[in-house]
């Protein structure tokens, strides 16, 4: 074995399911007494956390996709890091590796669970947003899903996140007119006069379908829903005669203990012969090589712009996610560790 860390380290808990918006008191941040990697395993130092929406369905103690987080226990998810200690040659003491193993400090496990990465000319954070699986749900959604073909007109909600900011940049790189909302004024600025969208609107200052419909007038081509309830009836109001929707997430209802009160005019999918497509980015593994191919030299050449919010230290995590929940981020969350 090759090494030279310590292998104590902090990890965050769930430790009650949450009533609505989650709060701190959900959560703990516990010291673990670490291990050294045993024969096939290594040992890694997380250098940033992935903060991401979907975990919020996982504090529920529903069947999904993906299983409950369990109570007491750390909160898996994505995160980069460095391994720290190894015992296989295909793993070296300092490789840059992505795994799944979630909020804490150190993580120790089967080689095969860590995927060594190119480390190249950016932070290793963007292999949990550009690069990484919010990039993917952007590329697979738009153009796999809703199949935009260039110069068509998309509204992309949630459209100064993550997923949304890059939804935009993708459609205008190929000569789309793109409309999007997001929750302040900021946001707006940032959208037009940054990222290039055509036209964008605070959906918190009037009713979505009536910016919407100021903003494309014509109507539009392709939503890319990352809200649901109110902005999922705006685009279907405007969606043209054979328009896709490529439904992402749902992110209005999350917090809610109650169904959402809209789409109240599903019925117009039949007379305008729309096509609503769920998706989860777990099916599109395959467009990974091409996506990389396509959004790889765009952010080198500065085409693509991939903001970050960064919060520092493992100690920040969960006010990060709460900070998520409510808009306290432009592009992807990310916690920075140690
Ligand atoms: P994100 O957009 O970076 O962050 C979440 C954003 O949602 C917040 O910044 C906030 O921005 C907005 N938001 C929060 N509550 C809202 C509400 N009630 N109404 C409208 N907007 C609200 O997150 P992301 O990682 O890019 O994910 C975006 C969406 O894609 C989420 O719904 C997520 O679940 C989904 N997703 C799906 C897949 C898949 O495989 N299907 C994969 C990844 C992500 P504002 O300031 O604009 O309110």
Known sequence: MTSSQTTNGREVRLVARPQGMPVTSDFEVAEVE????????VLVRNLFLSVDPYM??????????????????????????????????SHAVGDL?????????????????FKVLDRGDFSPSYYLGVLGMPGLTAYAGLFDVAGFTDGETVFVSGAAGAVGSLVGQLAKARGGRVVGSAGSAEK????TEELGF????????????????????????VYFDNVGGEHLEAAIG????HGRAAICGMISAYNSAEPPPAPRNLAQVIGKRLKLQGFLVSDHG???????????PMLADGRLKA????????DGAVEAFLALMSGGNTGKMVVRVG
Request: zero cysteines.
């Open 188 to 191: 707006v600025a940032w959208l």
């Open 56 to 89: 919020r369905g996982r504090m529920n103690d529903v069947k999904s996709y993906v299983p409950p987080f369990e109570l007491g226990k750390v909160m898996d998810g994505g995160a980069v890091g460095e391994v720290a200690a190894s015992t296989v040659a």
């Open 34 to 41: 670490g291990r050294a990697p045993g024969e096939g395993e």
């Open 286 to 296: 395959h467009l990974q090589g091409e996506f990389v191919r396509e959004v790889g």
């Open 198 to 221: 055509d036209s964008a609107f605070d959906y918190k200052t009037g009713p979505v379908a009536k910016q919407l419909r100021a903003a494309a007038p014509d109507g539009i081509d």
């Open 238 to 241: 405007s969606l043209k005669v």
């Open 97 to 113: 590796v992505l795994h799944g193993l979630g909020w804490r400090e150190l993580a120790v496990g089967p080689a095969k669970a």
């Open 307 to 314: 903001q970050e919010t960064v919060a520092d230290g493992i």
